[in-house]
């Protein structure tokens, strides 16, 4: 076997390891699957180990070569190319994967910016030196926090797309947190508000998670949107 091989798979998965195979049985079967309820012990096994690699591979991989890899392997047969092909291959889809991503920043990045321009010109918000806009929804009664409270609040996070990537709201639960162990935006925007208040707080890229973002959940250079209830400050 290639020396190269556990490579790729540290190149294609990202680094990560293989999780347990029963996390195939916390996840809905597909109702177009062909992945039976009755199938046996073994077939079950099989499909969990290869839907776990498959969920794990970015959305470039060549789905066909993939099958054809699955297949060679299983059968034992002789790798169809070499360590030094494998290699230079793989450098390839880092150079070109790396790419993609500068691109997506730069695009997300100007979006951002149109975006706050627009914002910054509505009737009601407000923006601070810091570059963060918000809008008092409703004036809370109570105490506002300084940057060390300990605050509890419901929130909704979004893009600017309007896609929400995190609520407290939708899983029902309000959160507790120290105030100065948050994104910048957060911690200035929370300490604007009264307890029992409201407000949407528009968070540019550099008081939120800039040019790292949070993968799989907030692109680079992402403007945040929070809808945000400051229930308690403690």
Known sequence: ??????????????????????????????????????????????????????????????????????????????????????????????????????ESAKQTQTSSDSFLTENAKKAGVKTTASGLQYVITKEGTGKSPKADSIVKVHYTGKLVDGKVFDSSVERGEPIEFPLNQVIPGWTEGLQLMKEGGKATLYIPSQLGYGEQGVPGTIPANSTLIFDVELIQVK
């Open 1 to 102: 076997m290639s020396k190269a091989l556990p490579i790729a798979v540290a190149v294609i998965l990202g680094g990560a390891a293989l999780v347990p195979v029963y996390y195939a049985t916390q996840h809905p079967v597909n109702q177009e699957s062909k992945a039976s309820k009755d199938a046996s012990a073994v077939s079950k096994i099989s499909y969990a180990l290869g839907y776990e690699v498959a969920n794990q591979t970015p959305p470039e991989l060549d789905i066909n070569s993939f099958i054809t890899g699955v297949h060679e392997g299983h059968a034992r047969t002789a790798p169809a190319y070499t360590e030094e092909e494998l290699q230079k291959a793989y450098e390839q889809f880092q150079k070109d994967m790396q790419q993609k991503q500068v």
